[in-house]
């Protein structure tokens, strides 16, 4: 999967002149937390969030007047308050990458670019349903979580014994486990006994951390 099958395509701008009242205004109106911010020419110069612009908002504590802080809001504008150094992917990026990016540089959203101009963008909303479609949340079976030996061969073995009770994979995700000799395995299977299926994994040394109807 890459960011372009998953990315919110034509995504919703500021100009760097944007005032910082207009900028929340559009990001509550379309329910969004960031805007990219391009110049006249439509080049990417930066991007602010609504972190940002509330950061920057006059405090309710204030002892200024309702239209002394709307005059005072409506100079501050999105070029004072935006992130310059913009941290992009192209649209054939790998989504993991991009959520590697997103994690190591503490950030919720990347732009997505075509050369230089802006396509598209994709946050940690679209990770978040990604997330929830690869782990079967939404599917109805028997999820196993599993400690598993790193050994070749075994996950083809376990999906041969759920082939063989005449069962069928919803879904299956493998994380690092305790230490490199092993790692955890979550799986989702529909139409097989769980005791049955659970009995022939054991022969292969697998460990039982959890398992669950949902």
């Keep these: 999967m890459l960011v372009k099958d998953r990315m919110s395509h034509n995504p919703i701008t500021v100009r760097s002149d944007t005032s910082l009242p207009d900028a929340l205004e559009i990001m509550r109106q379309n329910k969004i937390r960031r805007l990219p911010v391009l110049d006249k020419g439509g080049k990417l110069v930066g991007i602010v969030s609504e972190k940002d612009l509330l950061y920057a908002s006059p405090s309710p504590a204030t002892t200024l007047s309702v ?11 999105v070029a004072e308050l935006m992130t310059k150094e913009v941290i992009t992917v192209a649209e054939d990026c790998p989504i993991e990458e991009a959520a590697r990016i997103m994690a190591d540089n503490k950030i919720a ?3 997505v670019m075509r050369g230089d101009k802006l396509i598209g963008i994709i946050t940690e909303t679209d990770l978040f349903k990604i997330f ?16 598993v030996p790193e050994k070749k061969g075994i996950l083809a073995a376990m999906a041969q014994t759920v082939a063989e009770l005449g069962g069928n994979i919803v879904s299956l995700g493998t994380f690092l486990g305790e230490d490199p000799t092993n790692r955890l395995l979550t799986i989702k299977v529909q139409d097989v006994d ?6 022939k994994w054991q022969e292969l040394g697998v460990q039982l951390e959890d398992v669950r109807e949902t």
């Design 194 to 199: 769980k005791d049955e299926l659970w009995a």
């Design 109 to 111: 959203g990347l732009p």
């Design 132 to 147: 929830v479609e690869l782990m079967g949340a939404r599917e109805q079976g028997t999820r196993f979580a599993l400690l």
């Design 67 to 77: 239209w002394e802080i709307t005059a005072l809001a409506a100079k501050v504008k």
